[in-house]
């Protein structure tokens, strides 16, 4: 067999390998990542992260009499979400661990984690910036025990570039 002959069948050999390769690599990215899905659908047909079902299990804070207000404010020259724990006398929850794991309802693969720190009596904070409305869920761990509240918030909206605030 010639040279030329066999430089003939190898470029289609070759071809038909790469393509099948890439077929491969794609079907096993595509099986990788079907199995760990990072948005679901809720039951009101609006997409959310992965995660928002998992933690729905945990105690809810209106079942125990607890009140929770989440907000976006500024607080001392600096963009916060504060959120504000009371009991269900209206005394405010002191020493508390808190998390926010939120997210724009325009965008749920945007998906943040906070965890805010004591401020005022009954308040916890962090810096957070952000546009539109937002959906959280504030994890609360209080004297053993945990819950939570699904809240809807508006943060800060950033500075728009060179401006300062």
Known sequence: MSSTRRGKLLWPGALFGLIGASVGVHAVMVFVIAGQPTLTLDMRGHYRPAWWGDIAATADARDRGWSVDLEGRMTGGAPRVVARL??????????????????PKTSPNDSRELVLVAGQPGEYHAEFTGRGTWDGLLLVEHEGSHWISRQSFVPIPPPPPGAER
Do not use: K, Q, S
């Open 86 to 103: 009371r009991d269900p006398l209206g005394e405010p929850i002191r020493g508390a661990r808190v998390e926010l794991r939120c997210f």
